[in-house]
């Protein structure tokens, strides 16, 4: 059950989040730290970004690369008893899928789907044995409505949510959650690439007429990893400003 404070703690709780080296991941990893959980720091390729947020968290960092089943498995390991994983790492490699080559389908579709499944795997195991744990996977809007360009994306995105509800069917008699949050638009890398029109179009069709900060995807993503939602499981939580209505 919540406690009665006015947010559950995650004081006690190790959370684990992918891709946080910056952007949403990185927004996600000091929010749960707000709320008192132990925080690592899971990055690729941002050394010097994941090592200073690690230590402004008082956490650690550590690199793997979860498209990759071996570094994956390694990651969850090393971080030891995760209490709360979140996958975040992701990327986009957009296209006509006239024009797809194998390799933007097959590094989206690793990056953002098979990692869900290999570090999911990985602590399915310890969390069943101590009967207590939350996952919280990041899709997207896309993943829900598709997009132009995004064939590869939008799978990925979709993969997780079957792959999650699954989960959670599989999980729940363990006392585990696993949830969704799919975001909107938040300014980020990722989204900085995209045309400026495609950016002002999306902005458009969002009732609340503007882009997320990253801190907005990350409130959602606590408030899912913590007691506070602690009858809640297999759900998708849009987090568009209403783009997705
Ligand atoms: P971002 O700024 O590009 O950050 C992506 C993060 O993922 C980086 O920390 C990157 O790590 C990590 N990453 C990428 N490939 C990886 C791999 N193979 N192994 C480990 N880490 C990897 O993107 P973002 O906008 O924050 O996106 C975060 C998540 O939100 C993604 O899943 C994305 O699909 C989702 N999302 C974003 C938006 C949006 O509008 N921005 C909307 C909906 C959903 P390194 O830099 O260390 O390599």
């Not at 684990?16 to 008192?36: D, E, F, Q």
């Not at 690729?44 to 970004?49: I, L, M, N, V, Y």
């Amino acid at each position: 059950m919540a406690s009665s404070a006015q947010f559950a703690t995650l004081e006690g709780k190790l959370a684990l989040v992918t891709g946080a080296s910056r952007g949403i991941g990185r927004a996600i990893a000091t929010g749960l730290a707000a709320a008192g959980a132990d925080v690592v720091v899971g990055y690729r390729s941002g050394k010097d970004e994941a090592l200073e947020l690690a230590a402004e968290l008082g956490g650690r960092a550590i690199q793997a690369d979860v498209s990759s089943a071996d570094d994956a498995k390694r990651l969850i390991e090393e971080a030891g008893d995760v209490d709360v994983l979140v996958n975040n790492a992701g990327l986009t490699r957009d296209g006509l899928l006239a024009r797809m080559s194998d390799d933007d389908w097959r590094t989206v579709i690793d990056t953002n789907l098979s990692s869900v499944f290999f570090t999911c795997r990985a602590v399915t195991r310890p969390m069943m044995k101590k009967r207590s744990g939350s996952i919280v996977n990041i899709s997207s809007v896309v993943g829900v409505h598709g997009n132009w360009g995004q064939t590869n994306y939008a799978a990925s995105k979709a993969g997780i949510i079957g792959f999650t509800k699954s989960l959670a069917r599989e999980l729940g008699s363990r006392n585990i959650r696993a949830n969704v949050v799919a975001p909107g638009y938040v300014k980020t890398q990722l989204t900085d690439v995209l045309p400026e029109e495609a950016t002002a179009a999306m902005i458009q069709n969002t009732p609340l007429g503007r882009v997320a900060e990253p801190e907005e995807i990350a409130g959602a993503v606590r408030f899912l990893a913590s007691n506070d939602a602690s009858f809640i499981t297999g759900e998708v939580l849009l987090v568009d400003g209403g783009l997705g209505m």
